[in-house]
C-alpha cells in the first residue's frame, strides 16, 4: 500500500514546515515583547564609569554636510589628546535620508553608532520610544549648565519641550548641544548696499528693485524644496516674523491657531510677494541650491543656515571674488529683518547617546560630551568651525572672528524660535513641507495650503486613540 | 574496475530530490514566504516598529482607513496615469525600434547593444543625471530650448511638467526592455510566412497586420506585463527626481507607503498597505494572464 505511505509523509513534511514558520514566528514576537517592553529613556550613570584601555571607535551619525567633516577632523586632533586609544567616526547620510537612517536602526533595537546627532525636533521621538539615554544626572554632576543660554540648553536636550526662550530646570535632559545654528540673511553689498534691510517688507522692496536693476539675478534665494524641512523652515521663519504662531503646545491645538489672519499674512508675503522674486525653476531648492545661487552671483539676498555657509567665502567655489575679502567686499552677513516680531528659526543639533550601544562606548560618549562641553574646547570647536552654545564660547574672539556670519548667530540667540518637538514630529513636518511647496509652485493657492496643513496636523496630534490607519 | 557501489536504500530518488531542494525552498521561506505572512498579520495590527510594545489588534481597521482614504486615492490615481503612461509611450517606441532593427541585416547587434545600456543603470544614477540635464536653471535641457529661442521649462517643479518627466525618464531607462523582448518575437517569426506572402503580393501594412502583430503579441503583452508591475511598485526615480512634488503631485502608492512607514513608524498601516498593493498586483496579473491563455488557445 504505497499510497497511504506517501501521504502520512506529505503531511508530516507539511506539518513540520507549518511548525518551523510558528517557531519562527513565536521567536519573532518574542524577541520584540522583551524590548518592546521598554517604555521612556534607560538612565545614564550620573558618574562617567571606568573607560576601556582597548583602542575602541566613537562612531557619530549625522548628515552629510562641511560641519561634519570639521567634527571628525576637530574630535580626532583635539580628543586623541585626551584618549589616545579613542577613534571618532562621523558617518553621514544624505540629510533627506537623515531621520530614517537613525530610527530605522532604533527601530532594529541596534545601532551601529554610539552617539546620533538628532535634530532638535526629533527627541520628542526618540524619548518616547526609549531610543536615547536621559542624561539628566549625568549633566547635573558633569555639566555647567549655568554657562550656556537656557533656551540654547532646554531645545538641543530636554523633552518635553520648553517654552520659546526658557528652560524647565524641572524637566529631563537627553542631549547636550553640539552645533548651534539659525538663518543668516546674505545680501550683496554691491548690489543693494552695505546697510542691510532693517524689516521684513524693506527686504522685499530691495530684493524687488535689485532683480530689476540686474538683469540675470534674481531678488530673493531659499529654501522651497518638499525634502526635509526645507520649505516647512521657510514658512515658520515668515509666519514667526509676522507674529504668528506654529500651535498652542499647552492645548496640543493647530487648527486655527496656524491659520490665524497673522498666519495667512505670513503664507501670503512668502508665495505672493517673496516667491515672484525667486529663481524659475528654484521651487526644489536647499542648502545647496541657495548656496550655489549666492556663489555664482546670482541672487540679490539669500537665507541659508549659518553652519551651512562657510563655503560662500570659498574662492574655489566662487564667481564673486578671487580671493576672500574680495568675496567680502560683496557679499554681506545680517541678522534676518524683523517685521511685527523679530523671531528667527532656531536650527542645529544636540548629542544623544544610543541606548543600544555598548556599555564601554556608552561610557566613552558621555566622556567625550563632558570633554567637548569644557569652556576652552569649546572655543577650540569654535575655531575649528563649529557653532558653539556655552555664552562664553560665543562670545569669545575665537568665535566671532572665524567667520563674518559668527556675529550673526550670536546676535540671533535671544530672537530664536524652535518647532515642535514631539512624537510625530516627522508626520507633522512632512505635512508642513509638502504643502508650503504645493503653494510655492502653483500646485495650491496659499490659503487652501494653510487650511490643510493645520487640519492635517491637528489629525495627526489628535489621532492617539485612532484604531486602524494610523500614519494616513 | 570494480563496480560502483550500490546507493543507500534510504536514499530513495524522491528523498534525494527533496534533499536537493530544501536549501532553496527554506531560503524561500525564510526571505519571501515569513516576510509575506508576517506583514499579514502585522497588518490587522497597530503595530509601530519604534515605539514597540505588544500589537494590539485592529483586524480590518487599517484596510478600511487605507481604502477610504481621500489621500491613497490621489496616489493611485497618480499611478495610474504614470503606469499607463509610462508602459504605453514605452510599448509604443519599444517595438518600432525592435521592429525597424529587425529589419536591418548589418549593425543589428551593435544597435542592440547601445539601445541596452539605459537598462543596464541603476534607477539612482538615472534619476540623478536627468535631474541635473531638467534642472531649470543649469539643466542642459533647457539649454537646448532656449538655443532654438525658446523659453525654459520648469520641468520638475510644475504639476503637470513633473509628472511627464519622470514618465519621459522611465520611458528613456526601460524601453529596451520591451525593446529586447519584441525583438526576440519579430526574430522567431517564421520566413517562409512572409515569403508566402510576397508570393500573394500582399502590401508591407498586410503582412505587418496579419502575420508580425498577431505573432509577436502575446510575447509584447509579457513585456508589458512586467514592466506595469515594475511601474506599478515605482519608488527610487520620483525619490531622486522630485521627491513627491510640487507637494504630492508625484507621489506613488510606493513613495506613499515609503512614508507611512518610515515617517511615523505606523508598522500595521503600511503593513496593509503593502498586502493591498501585492493584491491588486495578483489580481490583474491572474486576469491579464487568463487573457493571455485565452489568446493562446484562439
Known amino acids: 500500500m504505497r499510497h497511504p505511505k506517501r501521504t502520512t509523509g506529505r503531511k508530516i513534511r507539511l506539518a513540520t514546515a507549518a511548525l518551523l514558520l510558528v517557531a519562527t514566528t513565536m521567536a519573532a514576537c518574542g524577541d520584540d515583547g522583551g524590548d518592546g517592553a521598554r517604555t521612556g529613556a534607560p538612565k545614564a550613570p550620573a558618574t562617567i564609569p571606568e573607560l576601556s584601555a582597548d583602542p575602541l571607535t566613537l562612531s557619530f551619525v549625522w548628515f552629510e554636510w562641511p560641519p561634519a567633516k570639521a567634527l571628525e577632523t576637530f574630535a580626532n586632533e583635539e580628543y586623541k589628546k585626551v584618549r589616545p586609544n579613542a577613534t571618532i567616526k562621523v558617518n553621514t547620510v544624505p540629510n533627506a535620508n537623515w531621520h530614517d537612517a537613525m530610527f530605522t536602526q532604533f527601530a532594529a533595537r541596534k545601532t551601529d553608532f554610539d552617539i546620533a546627532i538628532l535634530d532638535s525636533q526629533h527627541i520628542g521621538e526618540a524619548v518616547t520610544n526609549g531610543n536615547i539615554l536621559d542624561l539628566t544626572d549625568f549633566v547635573k554632576n558633569n555639566i555647567e549648565v549655568e554657562a550656556y543660554d537656557p533656551y540654547l540648553l532646554a531645545a538641543y536636550g530636554q523633552f518635553p519641550q520648553a517654552e520659546t526662550g526658557r528652560r524647565d530646570e524641572n524637566a529631563s535632559l537627553y542631549g547636550l548641544p553640539l552645533l548651534g545654528d539659525t538663518w543668516t540673511m546674505i545680501y550683496r553689498k554691491d548690489l543693494i548696499g552695505d546697510q542691510p534691510p532693517q524689516t521684513w517688507d524693506e527686504m522685499i522692496s530691495a530684493a524687488e528693485k535689485c532683480q530689476t536693476e540686474n538683469p540675470g539675478v534674481s531678488g530673493l534665494a531659499f529654501h522651497q524644496a518638499n525634502g526635509s524641512d526645507a520649505a516647512a523652515v521657510t514658512y515658520n521663519t515668515v509666519n514667526g516674523v509676522y507674529g504668528g504662531n506654529l500651535w498652542d503646545a499647552k492645548a496640543k491645538k493647530i487648527e486655527g491657531v496656524l491659520n490665524d489672519p497673522a498666519g495667512q499674512e505670513a503664507m501670503d508675503v512668502l508665495v505672493k510677494k517673496m516667491k515672484p522674486l525667486t529663481a524659475k525653476g528654484s521651487g526644489n531648492w536647499f542648502i545647496d541650491e541657495v548656496n550655489a545661487a549666492v556663489a555664482q552671483g546670482k541672487a540679490c539676498i539669500a537665507f541659508n543656515w549659518i553652519a551651512a555657509s562657510g563655503g560662500l567665502l570659498d574662492p574655489e567655489q566662487s564667481t564673486l571674488g578671487k580671493s576672500r575679502e574680495q568675496i567680502l567686499d560683496k557679499l554681506g552677513f545680517a541678522t534676518l529683518p524683523k517685521q511685527k516680531t523679530d523671531l528667527v528659526p532656531l536650527g542645529g543639533m544636540g548629542m544623544h547617546v544610543s541606548a543600544y550601544s555598548p556599555a564601554a562606548n556608552q561610557a566613552e560618549a558621555l566622556n567625550f560630551m563632558k570633554w567637548f562641553e569644557q569652556a576652552d574646547i569649546q572655543k577650540k570647536w569654535a575655531a575649528a568651525g563649529g557653532v558653539p552654545s556655552r555664552t562664553d564660547a560665543i562670545q569669545s574672539p575665537e568665535f566671532l572672528n572665524a567667520g563674518p556670519f559668527n556675529k550673526v548667530y550670536a546676535d540671533s540667540v535671544p530672537r530664536m524660535r524652535d518647532m515642535w518637538n514631539v512624537p510625530e514630529y516627522a508626520r507633522l513636518v512632512d505635512i508642513e513641507n509638502t504643502n508650503v511647496n504645493a503653494a510655492l509652485n502653483g500646485a495650491k493657492e496659499p490659503k487652501q495650503a494653510l487650511d490643510d496643513i493645520a487640519k492635517e496636523q491637528q489629525a495627526v496630534l489628535d489621532s492617539s486613540g485612532r484604531k486602524g490607519g494610523g500614519g494616513l | ?298
Request: aromatic share 14%; proline share 5%.
Open chain 2, 1 to 298: 574496475m570494480p563496480p560502483a557501489r550500490g546507493r543507500s536504500p534510504r536514499l530513495t530518488d524522491r528523498r534525494l530530490a527533496v534533499l536537493f531542494i530544501a536549501p532553496a525552498l527554506l531560503l524561500l521561506l525564510a526571505m519571501s514566504v515569513f516576510p509575506l505572512l508576517w506583514a499579514l498579520y502585522l497588518s490587522f495590527t497597530d503595530y509601530s516598529a519604534t515605539r514597540g510594545g505588544p500589537a494590539a489588534f485592529v483586524w480590518f481597521g487599517n484596510y478600511t482607513a487605507i481604502l477610504t482614504s481621500a489621500q491613497v486615492h490621489q496616489r493611485a490615481l497618480t499611478t495610474l496615469i504614470y503606469v499607463v503612461g509610462a508602459v504605453g509611450l514605452q510599448t509604443v517606441l519599444g517595438f518600432t525600434i525592435a521592429y525597424l532593427i529587425s529589419r536591418r541585416t548589418r549593425g543589428r547587434g551593435l544597435l542592440t547593444t547601445l539601445f541596452l545600456v539605459p537598462m543596464m543603470l541603476s534607477p539612482v544614477v538615472v534619476g540623478l543625471f536627468w535631474r541635473f540635464m531638467l534642472d531649470a536653471q543649469f539643466g542642459v535641457v533647457n539649454s537646448l530650448l532656449g538655443s532654438l529661442g525658446l523659453e525654459p521649462v520648469e520641468w520638475l517643479t510644475r504639476q503637470r511638467t513633473a509628472l511627464i518627466s519622470l514618465i519621459v525618464v522611465d520611458t528613456w531607462q526601460w524601453t529596451p526592455f520591451i525593446m529586447l523582448i519584441a525583438l526576440a518575437g519579430l526574430t522567431a517569426v517564421p520566413r517562409y510566412l512572409y515569403e508566402a506572402a510576397s508570393i500573394d503580393r500582399a502590401s508591407e501594412w498586410f503582412r505587418f497586420r496579419t502575420i508580425t502583430l498577431p505573432l509577436v503579441w502575446p510575447l509584447l503583452l509579457i513585456a508589458v506585463l512586467f514592466r506595469a508591475i515594475e511601474a506599478f511598485r515605482l519608488f527610487d526615480l520620483v525619490y531622486i527626481l522630485t521627491s513627491g512634488g510640487p507637494g504630492v503631485s508625484t507621489e506613488t502608492l510606493s513613495f506613499h507607503v515609503y512614508k507611512v512607514a518610515f515617517l511615523g513608524f505606523n508598522t500595521g498601516t503600511a503593513s496593509a498597505y503593502g498586502i493591498l498593493m501585492v493584491l491588486v498586483v495578483i489580481v490583474l496579473t491572474q486576469l491579464y494572464l487568463r487573457y493571455l491563455n485565452k489568446l493562446k488557445e484562439d
